[in-house]
């Protein structure tokens, strides 16, 4: 069978990048992002289940109806890795920028574009699909729940966009205080959960989404800088360590063994994230370490390093596009027959479950093909255009520091415009059902972003610099 012409382009692409993979890059930070991805993609296929009973489509939790499965979300709930890989290739990118002269407003505007131009896509094509349904006829509460689910993991971007933000001064306090900022960390996140479970206020926790998460990515400057893997007894002291304190938490403590959110459970380890979520995630950084050695000269085949390469190039593809097979596959299987929906955690049920995961995956492949190039970062023209601004000699700190501004407006709002879309999915008021305060408060922060960018370009890069900062870079940007 031929290959077509766009598919053997890629596969040659994947390839040249590939063969010109620098030495110096760690390829074992992408195999873990890649990993990782894999895995929260596969588990929400298994865990998250659409159903069709008398006529209409709902929706079942495999946590909820099989209590013994509730032990494999510690195989499974892996966003700790995405946050320590982050960690590592933020510091990394923010020391080339600096190095290259940029500052603050140039580096973390690149770093939100690449977050959010697939994103924005994303979230318009579920806004306009949701609306479209509604307007058609289709049952409201059917559109709102597959509204919901499609964006559902909307919230680790908003979360993950603070955290970039937050990364020249997190990793100014790493090198000064080291590993004592994540043990301090810890003990705040504690000390929001014990007044959380103190006192039945599920708010006071809220604070951990960012105080946890914030704790990962500490550890992967110090992997970076070696400060984890200077002694053979550190990785082996994260993963022990971690696993012993997870055990005792979840058993002796008050905390639950899932650590994915089970619906009705009255305390959830994800939502917010607890310090038995952080101790899952210290043990998979003790482990990720101690199979770094092996896997590393498995990762210099080259077929090995071109299967890496090509779920990296999709990575945001993959995360925010891999539910919609889930609702896609259950339309097209479930009301024609074609799937039998037998009682879950049945023989026949889990025989099912491999031709499931099947059947995501083929379109899931066919949206990557689609949309992955959306989220390639842009080529930049070699010749200055009409419309771009040029540079102002005049133009001093003052327009950095406003540059500086609007890219932290920008973060903040579209933070708050993506968490707003992620409680209420792309459905809100009105007939259409189109959610407009998170999707206005979204789309003003890519204003700020744009704004930022227009001003930046007409600004000398030697107005806006940052302050150099010591450490070497281990790899190119990830």
């Known amino acids: ?89 933020n510091a990394a990118s923010w020391d080339s920028a600096v190095r290259r002269g940029e500052g603050y407003a140039d580096w973390m505007g690149s770093r939100a574009d690449r977050l959010l131009r697939p994103t924005t896509l994303f979230v318009l094509v579920g806004v306009v699909t949701a609306s479209a349904a509604r307007l058609a006829g ?24 603070v955290i970039v933000a937050l990364t020249p001064a997190m990793l100014a306090a790493h090198r000064r205080w080291g590993l004592a900022v994540p043990a301090v960390l810890a003990s705040i996140a504690a000390c929001f959960d014990a007044v959380r479970l103190g006192t039945g206020v599920g708010y006071l926790g809220a604070a951990n989404f960012l105080v ?25 002291l994260l993963f022990l360590g971690g696993s012993a304190a997870l055990v005792l938490l979840t058993t002796i403590g008050p905390y639950p063994v899932s650590m994915v959110g089970v619906p009705g459970a009255a305390v959830q380890n994800a939502s917010p994230p607890t310090v038995a979520l952080l101790a899952l ?5 003790g482990l990720a370490l101690l199979l770094a050695g092996p896997l590393r000269p498995w990762l210099r085949r080259r077929r090995v390093w071109m299967a890496v390469i090509a779920v990296n190039g999709g990575i945001m593809t993959l995360f925010l ?54 989220e390639r970062p842009r080529r930049r023209k070699s010749k200055a255009t009409g419309s771009r601004p040029r540079p102002n000699p005049s133009a001093g700190a003052g327009a950095g520091q406003t540059a500086v501004a609007l890219v932290l407006a920008g973060t903040a709002a579209t933070c708050v415009g993506i968490f707003r879309l992620t409680v209420r999915g792309f459905q809100g008021a009105g007939p259409a059902g189109v959610p407009l305060a998170g999707l206005i408060t979204y789309l ?18 030697d107005a806006e610099a940052g302050p150099e900062t010591d450490g070497d870079d281990a790899g190119p940007p990830s």
């Not at 069978?1 to 110096?24: F, H, K, S």
């Not at 083929?362 to 949206?367: G, P």
């Open 138 to 161: 289709v049952d409201p509460d059917l559109v709102r729940l597959a509204a919901w689910v499609v964006a559902i993991s909307l919230w680790f971007l908003a979360v993950y966009l």
């Open 321 to 374: 596009w891999h539910m919609v097979p889930v609702l896609a596959a259950a339309l097209a299987l479930y009301p024609t027959g074609i799937m039998p929906q037998p009682e879950i955690g049945s023989a026949n049920w889990f025989a099912w479950r491999p031709v499931w995961v099947a059947v995501c995956a083929a379109q899931l492949a066919i949206l990557v093909a689609v949309f992955a190039p959306f």
């Open 444 to 461: 003003s922060g890519l204003l700020a972003f744009w704004a930022a960018r227009r001003l930046r370009a007409s600004v000398p890069k």
């Open 1 to 89: 069978m031929p290959v077509p012409q766009e598919g053997r382009r890629t596969r040659v692409r994947i390839g040249d990048l590939a063969d010109a993979t620098p030495a110096r890059r760690d390829r074992y930070v992408d195999f873990l992002r890649a990993s990782a991805i894999v895995v929260v993609v596969i588990g929400h296929w298994l865990a998250v289940m659409v159903t069709f009973r008398d006529g209409r489509l709902g929706g079942e939790h495999l946590l909820a109806v099989l209590p013994w499965s509730h032990r494999l979300t510690w195989l499974f709930q892996v966003m700790g890795v995405f946050f320590l890989v982050g960690g590592y290739a």
């Open 281 to 285: 995630s210290v043990a998979q950084t």
């Open 212 to 236: 946890v998460w914030l704790v990962l990515p500490q550890l992967g400057f110090a992997w970076r800088d070696g400060a984890l893997t200077r002694t053979r007894a550190r990785p082996w």
